[in-house]
């Protein structure tokens, strides 16, 4: 049994998923949006994992600075390619061939594959995002193999400190304007970011010695919640990994071709199983069943 | 006796690098019962609570003497996850010693360590959960919780491990009054159920009525304090009271110092303060009390110009603002604790030598150490006098006596007076109602982001009529300040 947090901040065991089932999906989402460059299929697995993100996000959670983070990282790889490629039929616009890097043409075909990156980009980045959105850091630590469960312990552990590492840069950075200080060159954030950093270890150290008096390290650990999966798990991760297998089977088959638009922009081919297995992705989306708190 | 849970015997104690021993020929029997124990800041409060379960010397290295047993176990031996069954710590900070993000497995943590079976770790969190009192907090994540929840939520997960033995290392000094009310509660609770509680606090106050008896540490010795001292805070026997009025108009005067009008500010699009309207004078002390996230820091934060309003007017003396952070011994960073006074004067372009600020909160013979070396309320007050420096005209002060002593919370008390007394004005948020009586002018409550309480509070004042005026205490009510009168 896993725990996902619900709206008023409880937390929901009947009516979540498996760690283990959300870490088999995303893995199997990120391989389908990574194992070819044809937009189509990256688009189905992109919108795919935004209805089951949506879908399963906890109330008070806000998917406004993840699309920020997208938008800005999907841009970047447009613009890049833009700028920089110069292949291409359609000329959009010419720059002098004497300015470094984006001088020379900047094509329609550039653009596209631009986007079709940046796409990629968004489709596994939404992927792993019920990882961190959805999942507790304690639903990771289960999920581990017993090998690497201190170290998630020890992460998750960590993690609980970087709100208090943001609280502490706030204050220090107010307290230090109010006695005067200005920011100017990197040498003037000394004082804001040594004794932020002075505190983030005495932080550790209190963490660790807490973590030591709850008998952390005492040997063979056990855990709270039980490993297995249930029917709905089962489903999920089932069907994760038969997308996968569709859409691996199908590439071998000579179905889903890569996609370039170089040198003269085509449309990209779209095979119907394919497009089948990326929507399997989107099961999670209508199986939350949200539980009354408590 | 059989009812003797700890002993310790002749346990003199170093921390690494130190120049002297934090703890000196501590002879103690810990039983059944609360057990408070007092002394300021540096005094050895922690040391000692850590010896108990084998965090000093195992985790923090140095040198011991004397012997000591706990439960039967040697705690300088002993493995600590041993120990952690039968001797558990609270610790101050609920922020920092929390490991998962939600209430129940936070409470299983130590139980996963141990090993225990899943049936019985179930079982377990739930009688901790049932003993004190938040079986409701079950599924929460830690992150909505109050402090007072947290520290219960802190606490639970060492009764899970069943201890006989519980130390809290000051597990109300972050909380405001019903959330230290809660954490006293479950102590008892703790102690009915026929444990040791030994609990290091400086709000003596509020401990005393529940303590069995009252422990002194004085530069790391160990007494048992004068019963009648215990029976004293008991009775609450204390200085004359006093009435601070309670509103937030000014009364007829000279123009004020600042002011609020009307202001709106929160992050985002969300306001945390709605509709302020509040203002202060030249050598007033305004007290902003309230639970924890009414306002009271994003209201000082607003008034400092940190912060800008979303709608309203701020006004704002001349000359220099000092802000007193949360926490304050964070923004240390200089190598001596004359430096970092020497810093403000200099940047708020003042020349007088740091020497007085320094005398006044007692640190002259600190003033060439590291600041970070220093203890807890040193470093506070280290904090403080680099905060207060440069003659600022208006002081605004957000928890200054959090985990202070009484030497730190007498040589703020002084500061303040003397900063208002050359005309500075100054807002004081506290939860602290000995500072509030100690200092206040006037008393504003802060609920929900608004002004929502208009009636008199009574407190203390160790030095009665020191500020020269003379409060009769008659409060007004919410329509009086609606339709703009004053008490």
Redesign the interface.
């Known amino acids: 049994m896993t ?1 996902t ?2 709206v ?6 009947g009516g979540a998923l498996a760690a283990r089932a959300w870490l088999t999906w995303s893995l199997a989402a990120v391989a389908i949006a990574l194992a070819g460059t044809n937009p189509i299929y990256r688009g189905i697995v992109a919108l795919a994992a935004l209805n089951v993100l949506a879908a399963w996000l906890p109330r ?1 959670r806000s998917l406004r600075p993840l699309a920020w983070a997208l938008a800005f990282a999907a841009g970047f790889a447009i613009a890049i390619n833009l700028l920089a490629s110069h292949t291409g039929e359609h000329v959009l616009v010419r720059f002098p061939d004497g300015l470094p890097l984006v001088g020379g043409p900047i094509t329609v075909e550039s653009l596209a594959y631009g986007a079709t990156l940046g796409l990629g980009l968004v489709a596994a980045v939404l992927a792993v995002a019920p990882l961190s959105m959805v999942l ?3 639903d990771i630590v289960d999920a581990l193999p017993g090998a690497l469960e201190r170290t998630g ?1 020890a992460v ?2 960590s993690m ?2 970087v ?2 590492f943001g609280r ?1 840069f706030s ?2 950075r ?8 200005r920011p100017g060159g990197i040498r003037s954030w ?2 804001v970011l ?3 950093a ?2 983030a270890i ?2 550790s150290v ?2 660790a ?18 490993g297995s999966l249930g029917r709905r798990d089962w489903l999920v991760a089932g069907s994760a990994l038969l997308a996968v297998g569709v859409f691996v089977g199908g590439r071998f088959l000579g179905l889903g071709a890569d996609w370039y638009p170089y040198p003269s922009l085509v449309m990209p081919a779209v095979d119907l199983p394919l497009v089948a297995g990326c929507l399997l992705l989107a099961l999670p989306a209508f199986m939350h069943r949200p539980e009354p ?2 | 006796m059989t009812d003797r849970l700890a002993t310790l015997r002749h346990v003199t104690y170093a921390y690494p690098g130190a120049d002297g021993p934090a703890i000196v020929d501590v002879d103690l029997d810990v039983r059944p019962g609360l057990t408070l124990v007092a002394g300021d800041s540096g005094s050895g409060k922690s040391t000692l609570l850590r010896l108990f379960n084998g965090l000093v010397p195992q985790f923090h290295g140095g040198r011991i003497a004397g012997s000591a047993e706990v439960l039967g176990l040697d705690p300088m031996r002993v493995p600590i996850p041993r120990l952690a069954v039968g001797a558990g710590l609270v610790f101050q900070d609920v922020e920092t010693q929390s490991v998962y993000g939600t209430v129940e497995r936070e409470v299983a943590f130590g139980l996963e360590n141990l090993g225990r079976p899943r049936a019985e770790m179930h079982d377990r969190v739930d009688e901790a959960l049932a003993e004190l009192g938040i079986e409701s907090l079950r599924r929460r994540r830690l992150a909505t919780l109050s402090g007072g929840e947290r520290q219960k939520v802190q606490l639970a997960a060492v009764l899970a491990l069943r201890p006989r033995l519980v130390a809290l290392d000051e597990p109300t000094s972050q909380l405001d009054p019903a959330g230290a009310a809660a954490v006293l509660e479950s102590c008892l609770r703790a102690t009915g159920a026929g444990r040791a509680v030994v609990l290091a606090e400086h709000r003596l106050e509020a401990v005393a009525p529940v303590a069995d008896r009252l422990l002194q540490l004085d530069d790391g010795r160990v007494r048992e304090a004068d019963p009648g001292r215990l029976a004293s805070l008991r009775g609450g026997a204390g200085p004359k009271q006093r009435r601070v009025p309670s509103r937030s108009v000014l009364g007829p005067g000279p123009d004020p110092s600042w002011e609020l009008n009307d202001v709106d500010a929160g992050f985002g699009r969300r306001p945390v303060l709605e509709a302020i309207t509040l203002a202060g004078r030249r050598g007033e002390v305004v007290a902003l009390t309230g639970p924890n996230g009414s306002g009271k820091t994003t209201l000082l934060r607003t008034l400092a110009g940190l912060l800008a309003p979303m709608a309203g007017s701020i006004r704002r003396p001349d000359g220099r603002t000092a802000y007193l952070p949360q926490d304050p011994g964070a923004l240390l960073h200089l190598p001596t604790v004359r430096a970092e006074v020497s810093l403000t004067i200099a940047r708020s372009g003042g020349n007088e030598p740091p020497d007085a600020m320094l005398a006044a909160f007692g640190l002259l013979g600190l003033a060439d150490r590291y600041p970070r070396d220093l203890s807890s309320g040193e470093r506070q007050r280290a904090a403080l006098a680099a905060t207060l420096a440069g003659s600022p005209q208006l002081v605004l002060l957000d928890e200054p006596t959090r985990g202070m002593d009484g030497a730190a919370r007498a040589a703020l008390v002084g500061a303040v007076r003397e900063l208002t007394g050359r005309g500075a004005a100054a807002v004081v948020a506290t939860h602290d109602e000995g500072l509030v009586a100690a200092v206040a002018d006037r008393v504003v409550r802060i609920e929900g982001g608004r002004v929502v309480e208009m009636v008199a509070e009574v407190g203390r004042r160790p030095d009665e009529g020191a500020t020269g005026q003379d409060f009769t205490g008659e409060g007004i009510t919410a329509a009086d300040v609606a339709a703009g009168s004053t008490a």
């Not at chain 1, 008023?8 to 065991?13: F, L």
């Not at chain 1, 107010?174 to 200080?181: E, F, I, K, S, V």
């Not at chain 1, 010695?209 to 039980?226: K, L």
Request: aromatic fraction near 4%; hydrophobic fraction near 40%.
């Open positions: 725990s947090v619900a008023d901040g409880s937390v929901r065991p008070g507790e850091s304690h312990i998750a552990a609980n400190l709100s208090g502490t204050a220090v107010d307290a230090q304007r109010m006695r005067g200080w000394n004082e040594v004794p932020v002075l505190t005495e932080d209190l963490l010695e807490a973590m030591e008096a709850r008998a952390f390290g005492a040997g063979r650990r056990s855990s709270f919640a039980s708190a408590g």
